[in-house]
Structure formats: structure tokens, C-alpha cells
């Protein structure tokens, strides 16, 4: 199966829709052990992040990282959580509603959204959701 799909032909008559995407690096959905667990092994089995080879990174990050770790790092993510939760997920969604706000007063019609590259909302389900509403 092919990696990319084409997009069906413009449809003349239909507005072409104008989206911004701001993307962050990601973050746990929760201060916790499992999300963290969760978070962790999305990001460092990404090969872009760890160069190790990977039969060998495996038994690292799933023997000995993703057993130890995120039980530490929960505590101290519960340590920097916001009330409305993660700190990046609060000030990226505040960012795209004050660009959101400041392109509106400019008059131009553009939705801005954002995604995480790990965790969520991830930026596949995030172009989804913007393809299905137009």
C-alpha cells in the first residue's frame, strides 16, 4: 500500500479552506505511571530520537526504561501540572486560539488547531478531523 494517497480533484465552485496546524513535540495526557508509560514508548521508539539499533534499543526501552521510568517522571510532571493540565498542551492550545483571534481581527477566515508529534492529539488524527470538516 502506498505511503501517501493523493487527494481527490478541487471541485470548482466549493471554497478552498485555509487551516493552521501549530505542532508541538507532545506530552503525557496524564501526570500518572500508565500515561507516562504510554508517552514514553511512542516517543523513544521513534528512531529519529534514539539511534540505536533496534533489536537492541527494544530490550533496553521495554526491559529496563519503560519499567523504571515513568513511575519517576510521573511524580515529577504532577509536580509542573496545571490545574487544566500539561503545561505544554495548556499554553499550545492558548497560542492557537490568540492566533486564531489575531487573524480573525485581520479578516481572514482560517481555522487553527494544533497536534502533538507524540501523544495527543496527534497530527494524523488532527488532518483527519480538519479533511472532514472541509
Known amino acids: 500500500m502506498p505511503r501517501f494517497l493523493p487527494e481527490p480533484p478541487h471541485r470548482h465552485g466549493n471554497a478552498a479552506s485555509t487551516a493552521v496546524v501549530l505542532v508541538n513535540l507532545g506530552t503525557p495526557d496524564a501526570p500518572t505511571a ?64 490568540l492566533l486564531k483571534g489575531l487573524i480573525g481581527q485581520r479578516g481572514h477566515h482560517v481555522t487553527v488547531t494544533w497536534a502533538m508529534r507524540y501523544g495527543s492529539p496527534s497530527i494524523p488524527d488532527t488532518l483527519a478531523h480538519l479533511k472532514a470538516e472541509g
Open 34 to 97: 500508565p500515561a507516562l508509560r504510554r508517552y514514553l514508548k511512542q516517543f523513544l521508539s521513534d528512531p529519529r530520537v534514539v539511534e540505536i539499533p533496534k533489536p537492541i534499543w527494544w530490550l533496553i526501552l521495554n526491559g529496563i526504561i519503560l519499567n523504571i521510568r515513568p513511575k519517576k517522571s510521573a511524580a515529577k510532571y504532577a509536580s509542573v501540572w496545571m490545574p487544566e493540565g500539561s503545561p505544554l498542551r495548556v499554553h499550545t492550545e492558548r497560542q492557537a486560539k
